[in-house]
């Protein structure tokens, strides 16, 4: 069964740049079809689908965070990133990395494989 669990600071000052790294296990982000998503969800707020990267290295972004985001992955250590730039207290979430069967989530499917989620917070 598919694993992931995302790693990364807890809290991180505004204009920096969040880096955070999910690490697979129990499959292969160079071979298994479906995609290497992230999704956050701040306080009070719906889940916001920021982008996804599968098997082959093609990366998609979700249009609002599109210009400050950036998604990665190191095949030798079966893990993909995301990196946020220029955050600001409104990027405080919750980020998930998961392995969706669509793009574009915002919900957990029977078919996805979803990490615990790790509180990042915005703050000086």
């Known amino acids: 069964q598919v694993q992931l669990q995302e790693s990364g600071p807890g809290l991180i000052q505004p204009s920096q740049t969040l880096s955070l790294t999910c690490t697979v296990s129990g499959g292969s982000i160079t071979t298994d079809l479906g995609y290497w998503s992230w999704i956050r969800q701040s306080p009070g707020k719906a889940m916001e689908w920021m982008g996804a990267?599968?098997?082959?290295?093609?990366?998609w972004y979700g249009p609002s965070l599109k210009s400050r985001t950036a998604i990665s992955r190191d095949t030798s250590k079966n893990q993909f990133t995301l990196q946020l730039r220029s955050v600001t207290p409104e990027d405080t979430a919750t980020y998930y990395c998961?392995?969706?069967?669509?793009?574009?989530?915002?919900?957990?499917?029977?078919?996805?494989?979803w990490g615990p989620g790790t509180l990042v917070t915005v703050s000086s």
């Open positions: 990267i599968d098997y082959s290295g093609s990366i």
């Open positions: 998961a392995k969706t069967e669509a793009l574009s989530v915002t919900n957990r499917s029977p078919g996805d494989y």
